[in-house]
């Protein structure tokens, strides 16, 4: 069959994007489908002791899904400062390439049937602001990617995700759910940002992870639906 695949972007830094694509591909391999993941740029990498490094997020989806896999294998571009990957290329050296990039993509989707595909911080993440402005919207947009959208359940998301997805519909990208990270199902507020986020932006909501949750609460036929 041919691969299908979804980009998994947040609406900023630490909301919890490789939380969530651990439990995707977590789920989808727990349902017997040949998933695998993808993550284009990595910063905050941990030198090992034999000066390698090694990608903490890649590190902890490969363990949490099951993947038999190097959690190296899963990335291409690998930074060891916890900075923009646009700032952490320029000290290392290096030019982040979109042509790369997409490459590497189009050799995982020929070994899987699913792919899931992280970015880097929120949307507008930088990877080059040296040569050519290239955004983590550039790369959604030349992978030619649906957007699953990851925000936290508490205060202030509801701005958050707006704009993000303004910024997404303003882009032409797609945005084909939204997962509320850290959600409480017994806190007012975060029922109510879940009600309001549907209600404003007309896209579903597909699960609500709770903090410390070891699988993604959604049917399979629904997961299906993200990965085009």
Same mark, same amino acid.
């Given at each position: 069959m041919v691969c299908k695949s979804v980009f998994v972007t947040a609406t900023g830094t630490d909301v919890g994007k490789t939380y969530v694509s651990a439990l995707i591909v977590k789920k989808m391999r727990e349902m017997k489908l040949d998933c695998g993941y993808y993550k284009p740029v990595l910063s905050g990498?941990?030198?090992?002791?034999?000066?390698?490094?090694?990608?903490?997020?890649?590190?902890?989806v490969v363990k949490t899904s099951g993947l038999?896999?190097?959690?190296?294998?899963?990335?291409t571009y690998c930074f060891e400062e916890a900075v923009s990957p646009h700032l952490a290329a320029m000290r290392a050296g290096i030019k982040i390439d979109k042509d790369v990039i997409k490459n590497e993509f189009l050799k995982r989707t020929a070994k899987y049937d699913?792919? =899931?595909?992280?970015?880097?911080?929120?949307?507008t993440c930088p990877? %080059?602001?040296?040569?050519?402005?290239?955004l983590l919207s550039d790369?959604?947009?030349y992978l030619h990617q649906d957007v699953l959208?990851?925000?936290d359940g508490g205060l202030g998301t509801i701005n958050s995700v707006l704009l993000t997805v303004d910024y997404a519909k303003n882009c032409g990208i797609n945005i084909c759910g939204i997962i509320l990270n850290n959600y409480d199902k017994n806190d007012f507020m975060h029922l109510d940002n879940k009600r309001q986020i549907e209600r404003l932006t007309g896209i579903r =909501?597909?699960?609500?992870?709770?903090?410390?949750?070891?699988?993604? %609460?959604v049917q399979k036929d629904e997961l299906l639906k993200i990965f085009s």
């Open positions: 990498a941990i030198r090992q002791n034999d000066s390698t490094f090694l990608p903490g997020d890649c590190d902890f038999n896999v190097n959690p190296e294998a899963c990335v699913y792919l =899931v595909v992280e970015g880097a911080g929120g949307i990877f %080059d602001l040296e040569n050519d402005v290239l790369i959604i947009q959208l990851v925000a =909501v597909l699960a609500e992870v709770a903090k410390g949750d070891k699988t993604l %609460d």
